[in-house]
């Protein structure tokens, strides 16, 4: 197999490893931005997946002798400063929230009486309606005068 060839496979198994085994660890570990955030989001995985792919294409430009050692190690380093950078966001995002920030409804979303799915819906906000967040439990917000919507279709105002 072609240098290129074996450089890719390397860099897709070094990626599949990281995307599987982050939330593995995660679990195991406590809140430290890398592999487990304490705040509301989904920018911590894409942070992981961005960096990871970033990391793996530098990092096989860089070495010369050994392309997909270096591919492996860039992935590793950029996984880890995305994954960290993204929980920072999220932790921005949630200081915000429990702060009681104004915010805005990204899309129409389903207001639920408590902080997930399974819950009744107990009204709507409409894409671009403004409201006041009191909390955040997991990717849900608590909003001021009753229920929860996620954190994902919501941006400060």
């Known amino acids: ?14 990626l599949a490893a990281l995307v599987t085994a982050v939330p593995t660890v995660s679990m195991a570990q406590q ?10 989001g989904g920018r911590q995985r894409a942070g992981a997946v ?3 792919v970033l990391g ?3 990092g096989s430009q860089v070495s010369d002798n050994e392309r997909t050692l270096g591919a492996v190690v860039g992935a590793g380093a950029g996984a880890a400063a995305g994954s960290y950078i993204g929980c920072n966001q999220q932790r921005a995002r ?5 702060s009681g920030g104004a915010y805005r409804a990204t899309s129409n979303l389903r207001i639920r009486s408590g902080p997930g799915t399974n819950y009744r819906q107990s009204g709507t906000l409409r894409a671009g309606q403004p409201f006041s967040a009191i909390g955040s439990q997991g990717e849900w917000v608590q909003i001021a005068g009753g229920g929860w919507v996620n954190a994902r279709y919501v941006a400060a105002n």
């Open 1 to 14: 197999m072609s240098k290129i060839m074996n450089t890719t496979l390397a860099t897709a198994a070094a």
């Open 31 to 40: 809140a430290n931005g890398v592999t487990n955030c304490d705040a509301p």
């Open 50 to 52: 961005i960096g990871g």
């Open 56 to 58: 793996a294409l530098a």
């Open 94 to 98: 949630a200081t915000s929230a429990s």
